[in-house]
């Protein structure tokens, strides 16, 4: 079974920073890695999307890098923006077919 | 395109009661999942299905809980009788192709 983690639980910084959040799981062998935004009493949003094949995905302020080898895969969010503040979760699809496996988020403040 | 959608948005109702939460998927795709969201354990897979077909329903609670899927454009979570326990987040979310799941807006069940 894939074990999803995230480090920090908990994130609090001043705008403008760029800030780094870790995703790490046990499986190396997924099909691919979705970073998702979670707003207080929202369903989740799904940001992006990296295929196994890829190292990374962009979409504006946002950059996540997957790393198969050492089981790890990182959001990156440069200039960081009070609307940024949410909860983060990276989700894991391994060889299981279809479902993704989730840790438990970072959730992320940003004040101005 | 309307996005995974969810009914009812909120649901109160007594212990015993029986509770029927509703979602109808992105179109096109298939794969269906249904996860329980709380405080205490995080985002849970319940069920989830492919091609209208459950593929893993271990996640599933007890034997209270059930889902259906006659198409592919509806599906049910029922619980039956409801307990003070089963209060929580439910979330349905569907995938297509390339596995990139899409959230809906959530059901939020308080069981009293």
């Known amino acids: 079974k894939q074990e999803v983690t995230q480090i920090p639980a908990a994130l609090s910084v001043p705008e403008g920073e760029n800030l780094v959040l870790n995703c790490s799981f046990t499986d190396s062998a997924i099909y691919n890695l979705q970073w998702f935004r979670q707003d207080p009493g929202k369903g989740l949003t799904s940001l992006l999307l990296?295929?196994?094949?890829?190292r990374e995905q962009t979409s504006g302020r946002l950059n996540a890098s997957l790393d198969k080898s050492s089981g790890r895969s990182t959001l990156y969010i440069a200039a960081s923006q009070p609307g940024d503040s949410a909860t983060y979760l990276c989700g894991s699809r391994g060889s299981t077919l279809g479902r993704l496996y989730f840790g438990r988020g970072t959730q992320l403040t940003v004040w101005p | 395109d309307a996005g995974v959608i969810q009914s009812p948005r909120h649901e109160v109702t007594e212990m015993g009661q029986e509770v029927t939460l509703r979602c109808k998927p992105i179109?096109?795709?298939?794969?269906l999942f249904w996860y329980r969201q709380t405080m205490m354990r995080g985002l849970e897979l319940l069920i989830y299905f492919n091609n209208n077909v459950p593929i893993d329903d271990s996640g599933m609670p007890e034997d209270r809980f059930s889902a259906k899927m006659p198409n592919a454009s509806f599906s049910t979570l029922k619980i039956q009788p409801s307990e003070p326990r089963d209060s929580a987040v439910y979330f349905c979310a569907s995938s297509g192709t390339y596995y990139e799941q899409y959230f809906g807006p959530g059901t939020r069940l308080t069981v009293t």
């Open positions: 990296i295929q196994s094949s890829q």
């Open positions: 179109s096109g795709h298939n794969s």
